[in-house]
């Protein structure tokens, strides 16, 4: 038999399969969904984010003067306020996440267990990617501040301030770091999306003054902000650098108290968290896996 004759025959037995365009994007989308329902809880922080989103500029909307500043003990100008609340929040939330898409980044690459498997502690792992990430943050915090200086935004900076300042930024790092490591605990055992870091961004936003002082939420709700570092360190800094008040004030000692109260309570227990995660993780064999 000739080869083409080969070829006819086996053509006539194999026809081939002509599948349509529209066919293959369905399949597209079928897949993609029951990836994204997998992660019900994600599903869930995305419906919660958009109503978040609206409650928060509903009470920015309260701010019609500068009376509620004024009563909340900073200078009366707003452009200041939500440009030092805006700038540091995106500075914590870019700097927290990144640690969160580092530990996923090294699941990817691979490198994940080759690391944690050597001498190398996992709390050493942690300190070198959260130091990374929030020297990484500062730029983008320096170039928001400038800008904010650029449009119109007023700061009062006298010696005592700025070194107050750069103390509570060092405090506000070191919390933060601790709700990173949380978070980089979730994304061990869930691989996809870290709902620690996504609900503090969005809680904070909302309950932690990054927009408009906590007196214009209903008293029900002041208490939550009390629960975030982040609250005491806009607080503080808002102080420092609106009203050039320094450590020598009373305000601003009790938020660097809290600060450092926050640290010492949360910084063992995001540890171990961490740690019962990797320990699981590594005994059910996915340290690796992504």
Known sequence: MKLEEIIEFLGERVPRL?????????????????????????????????????????????????????????TADFLTFTVIGIAFQHYVWSSVSGLSEAIRDEQYDGTMETILSSRTSFRVFLLGESVFRFMVGSYFLIASLAMGLIIGAKFNLTL?????????????????????????????????????VWAFTWLTQLFSGVLYPLG???????????????????????????????????????????????????????????????????????????
């Open 160 to 196: 005592g301030s700025i070194l107050s300042a750069i103390v509570l930024t060092i405090l506000l790092i070191a919390s933060h770091m601790v709700v990173g490591v949380l978070g980089a605990g979730a994304i061990l055992k869930l691989k996809e999306g870290d709902p620690i």
């Open 18 to 74: 002509e599948v349509g365009v529209l066919e293959k994007v369905k399949a597209f989308v079928i897949r993609d969904f029951k990836t994204w329902w997998t992660y019900r809880l994600w599903v869930l922080l995305d419906i919660t984010g958009a109503l978040t989103s609206v409650a928060t500029y509903y009470f920015v909307s309260k701010i019609v003067t500068p009376t509620a500043l004024v009563s909340a003990g900073y």
């Open 216 to 290: 214009l939420l209903p008293g029900y709700l002041q208490w939550i902000g009390a629960a975030f570092p982040l609250t005491y360190s806009l607080d503080g800094l808002r102080r420092c650098l609106m009203n050039g008040e320094d450590l020598a004030s009373a305000a601003i000692l009790g938020d660097a108290a809290n600060l450092l109260l926050f640290i010492v309570v949360m910084l063992p227990v995001s540890l171990w968290v961490f740690k019962v995660a990797y320990d699981s993780t590594r005994r059910e064999g996915a340290l690796g896996q992504y």
